[in-house]
Every structure is written in C-alpha cells, then in structure tokens.
C-alpha cells in the first residue's frame, strides 16, 4: 500500500490557508502551523479561517497546530507561507524539528514573494543561510499569478516551481499541480525570485495611476516599462532573461498589476488618495511585500548602478514625500532614448 504523502505548511495566511486546502482535496495529509491561537481554534471549530480566506471550507486532513513539536509531523514537503520579513525568524523556530525530520523531506518550498529586509537577500539565499546542511538541495520556490483568492474560488492559472535541482523540481511540480492549478518548472531560481518580488512594486504604481484616475494606455505603459526594469535589474542579478516573459514574470506582473485583490496595487490607490504610507500599513492586516521590497531594490540598483526610474519614483513617494503628480512629472521628462 502506497504510503500517504504528508505536507506541513507554515503559515495560515491567505495562500498558506488556501495551498493547504488545494493539497488536502488531492487527499494529502496536511498539517497547517499557526502562530494565532484563534486561527487554530476557529479552524479546528468551524473549519474556516475568516480573517484571510472569508468563507473557504478548510477539510478535515488539514491539521492546525501551534506548537512546532506538537504537530509538524513527518513531512515529505515543508512548505513556508510566511512573509519575507518573518522567514528568517520562523526558518529558525523550525529549525532543529526540521533538522531531526531531514530524512524524510524532500522539498522545502518557499511560496512568499519580496526580499529580505537589511540584507536585500532572495528568500532561498535566506533559506539557504538558515536550514541544515542537508535540506540546501532541497529548496525550491514557487511563484506566478496566484493571487489566492482566485485560486481559492476554483478559477484556472499557473504558477511556475524553481530550484536548482532537478529532481525536487520534478517531484514537486506534479504533487503541487492540480485540474485549476498547473505548475511548470524553471531551473532560474533568480529570475523567479527578482520577478515576484520586483512586480510588487510596479503594481503599486499601477495602483497610484488607478487612483489619480489615469486609464489603459497609462497602465499599460507602466507595466510594459516595469517589466523592462523587472528584466534589467534581473538579469543583472544573473536571471535568465526568457524567465521574464513568462509567467513567473510577464504573468504575475500582469495579475498585480490589475488585480482589485492585489494587495499592493490596493495601497498605491489608497497613496494616491492622500493616505500616508503609515496609516495605511497600520490598517492592513494582511502584508504588502512591495513597501520593504522597494526600499530594498532601491538600494541594490543605487549600489549596482542600474537605472530603475518606477522603483526610483515609489521609493521617493513612500519614503521621501514626492506626490503622484510630481512622479508622473518626473518619469514623462526624462532624457528621451531608445525603447530597448
């Protein structure tokens, strides 16, 4: 008899909560770490977990748990669903559990999207720093236009899986695919990475241009030149650009971009409406990874020296009081030059 695959994932976010429940209808054994105790009671009480992901019903085999030692169990996949600002912090309150477990696992899957704050590192550079030894071969991350809530809802997309491995990459993408959800592979860990985390922040500019009121040929124009600077920076960084065009890259651009679940296309309207950056992070509940990540990429272009002029325009509206209106300004004039 074929052994039944166990997954833990940690963090019961929206896409964490919403993984788990696409794994647990494909029969896997689920156990779905929470750091809120109310999360773990309402999910083992009414199988809902309200605050992220509404009216969602959570199955059975979805085993909440609190306590890293009292429910990880034995996984062949960990997958981490945390904030890239959390990861490092929570990579280390798993760490000796997962270190007992490495027999077992098979994969580590990161599923959060941004940089880390300080370092400016990828989150599998963060991953690699933190986890044993024996498990570096086994990371891999997932990105793509995902936003969860349509996932949740049963709505087709894909999502591209990326490790330096081939095997894992193999094993993963047919344990994570379902009928609505297909993975394809990449073996460019850094162009996946760089394009879910930089489009954040093209998607709160787009949510700045919906918010002054601007239409289609302005976000379209926003997108099209983000993904230019996406590409830049990243193949810079060493990406492969092809990894840009695809939907690890063009395709979660796209989805953020336009998306009224976006998160961080939402606070470039909310900027644009004249809320300040403080008040509109203290009102969220839920982590806008664009904020961080544009102070990080903005640092890494000034000491790469490589032209950003979106990222350069939503760090200096978020961090240095520019308007909206001075930013449109300030990209409409510069130097003219060729597209490419």
């Keep these: 008899m074929k052994k039944k695959i ?6 019961a976010g929206s896409w964490g909560t919403t993984l788990s429940v696409i794994l647990a209808g494909k029969g896997y054994d689920i156990n779905l770490w929470t750091r809120s105790k109310d999360t773990y009671e309402e999910i083992n009480k009414s199988r809902k977990n309200k605050k992220y992901t509404c009216d969602l019903c959570i199955p059975e085999n979805v085993t909440p748990f609190t306590k890293p030692e009292d429910g990880f169990g034995n996984p062949e996949i960990i997958i981490f669903a945390v904030p890239s600002h959390a990861l ?5 309150k798993f760490y000796e559990i997962i270190r007992k477990n490495i027999k077992y696992i098979k994969c580590i899957l990161n599923v959060s999207k941004g940089l880390e704050i300080g370092t ?3 989150l599998s550079q963060v991953m690699k720093e933190c986890l044993p030894g024996k498990s570096i071969s086994k990371i ?3 990105s793509g236009p995902n936003i969860a809530s349509e996932i949740a809802d049963g709505l087709p997309s894909v999502s591209v899986a990326a490790s330096n491995n081939k095997e894992t990459l193999k094993y993963i993408q047919s344990i994570i695919s379902t009928n609505k959800f297909r993975v394809y592979t990449n073996s460019d860990i850094i162009g996946v990475e760089i394009g879910g985390a930089v489009k954040n922040i093209i998607a709160i500019a787009a949510g700045i241009s919906d918010g002054m009121g601007y239409k289609a040929n302005t976000k379209a124009s926003l997108i099209t030149r983000g993904l230019y600077e996406l590409a830049k920076l990243g193949t810079r960084l060493g990406a492969n650009p092809m990894t840009f065009s695809g939907a690890a890259g063009m395709g979660d651009l796209i989805a953020t971009c336009i998306s ?5 296309r939402c606070v470039g309207e909310r900027i644009a409406s004249g809320d300040s950056i403080s008040k509109i992070l203290e009102n969220m509940y839920m982590v806008a990874e664009g904020v961080n990540t544009t102070r990080a990429v903005y640092d890494i272009s ?6 950003v002029p979106i990222t350069e325009c ?15 300004n300030k990209l409409m004039k510069r130097k003219f030059k060729s597209e490419v």
């Design 314 to 328: 939503v760090y200096e509206i978020i961090y240095k009081d520019l308007s909206p209106i001075e930013s449109v």
């Design 302 to 307: 000034r000491k790469m020296d490589i032209e």
């Design 88 to 92: 490092r912090e929570i990579i280390k």
């Design 140 to 142: 891999c991350v997932l």
């Design 6 to 11: 166990v997954i833990t994932v940690i963090g």
């Design 120 to 122: 400016n590192l990828r």
């Design 260 to 264: 009224k679940n976006s998160r961080n």
